[in-house]
């Protein structure tokens, strides 16, 4: 297969992580004989930097051209500091979702048996989570209009949906349901609000057509603390577009670092594929950033293409690093220099060799990832 693939590194730690994606991805390519093109552009701080835009038309037009994006990370401690910047990183991203249609984002939560003793919640909660988040990505509050007083005392967002909205990522969610356990969460706060009582009839119209899946309703509040006491009860989660951003954060303690969830964004047309971490600048440089969730994400492009058995050799790959402890620090306890590059090359030489079994990890040390 042939794919032309944006390649978005963003800032801070994107870079560091993508690149390790995209060898990955090359790897891969070798191996399936496929032919992935890749072409850089600028977003975020950077782009702001180079261009005062956050999101610059010809890499806009790079992403309307390609078949697929891959996105690093956005955000600078400059903007983050200062809430009267007028143009902020997270405007390019905003409008990147907007302006390619990408409605729904999909967020796998999973807790990788090699790291249940990683995770700040215990074992027996965490074992056997295996979660499909869906959030709307282009509506509700974050792109509502948003209003200061002149006085700068008085500020509003508005929070909007409409039955399409809704419609579209909630048909996702039943479609996803039907390949997994057969139930849907939808998260919301009906009680409270007008738009989670649009979506409560809506996604419950929706589910007469799914007749094999069950639909479940929880509070966002209760569902956060559902998360923690018992993650095991969730199978695809559907939810608007902020209540999903905090709650797929808070799923990324289960299994141990939000350095390992990967996300898909996907519209009619175009697909982003990205962590759901941010930029981290503080580790910026340093070779500590975990790169397995923008390899992960890299393994749903894949499947996004219906490249299955190539995603899944990615994920075997996953895998056996964590079980060797070949893994950044922010999970790793046992090695102290196991870098982002030599976690992403011991991943491309499991794609390369995947019939070995054992790592001989004085010449990862070494920098030559030896597999033998």
Not at 89 to 104: C, H, N, T, V
């Amino acid at each position: 297969m042939k794919l032309n693939i944006a390649v978005l590194p963003g800032d801070g730690i994107g870079s560091e992580v993508t690149s390790q994606a995209v060898k990955v991805l090359k790897a891969i390519a070798s191996e399936f004989n496929h032919n992935f093109k890749f072409t850089n552009a600028d977003v975020g701080a950077i782009a702001i930097d180079k261009y005062n835009n956050p999101l610059p038309e010809k890499t806009l037009d790079l992403c309307r051209s390609t078949d697929a994006i891959l996105f690093g990370a956005i955000g600078h401690p400059k903007y983050d500091n200062d809430p009267s910047a007028k143009v902020r990183p997270e405007q390019g991203l905003l409008r990147l979702r907007k302006e390619l249609g990408l409605f729904a984002n999909i967020r796998p939560v999973q807790a990788y048996e090699a790291l249940l003793d990683k995770s700040p919640l215990k074992k027996h909660i965490i074992k056997g989570t295996d979660i499909s988040i869906y959030r709307e990505l282009t509506g509700g509050i974050y792109f509502g209009e948003k209003q200061l007083s002149k006085d700068g005392n008085v500020a509003s967002d508005l929070c909007e949906y409409s039955r399409k909205e809704i419609e579209r990522i909630a048909h996702l969610a039943f479609k996803a349901a039907q390949m997994r356990k057969h139930k849907v969460t939808l998260i919301d706060k009906a009680n409270v609000l007008e738009t989670s009582r649009l979506w409560r009839k809506v996604v419950a119209e929706i589910a007469e057509d799914y007749k094999d899946v069950i639909l479940d309703f929880l509070f966002v509040d209760n569902a956060a603390m559902q998360m923690i006491l018992n993650p095991k009860q969730f199978d695809v989660i559907l939810t608007e577009n902020m209540f999903g951003d905090i709650i797929s954060d808070e799923a990324s303690v289960i299994g141990g670092s939000i350095g390992l969830l990967a996300s898909a964004s996907i519209g009619e047309k175009y697909a982003m594929f990205e962590p759901i971490h941010g930029s981290f600048p503080q580790a910026t440089g340093k070779g500590i950033a975990n790169p397995v969730a923008s390899i992960l994400s890299a393994a749903m492009l894949l499947e996004h293409f219906g490249l299955f058995s190539e995603a899944e050799l990615i994920r075997l790959g996953v895998d056996k690093s964590l079980k060797l402890n070949i893994s950044t620090p922010d999970i790793n306890t046992k090695y102290d220099n196991v870098t982002t590059g030599k976690v992403g090359e011991f991943i491309e030489d499991f794609i390369n060799n995947p019939s070995d079994t054992n790592m001989n990890f004085t010449n990862i040390h070494l920098g030559q990832s030896t597999i033998i």
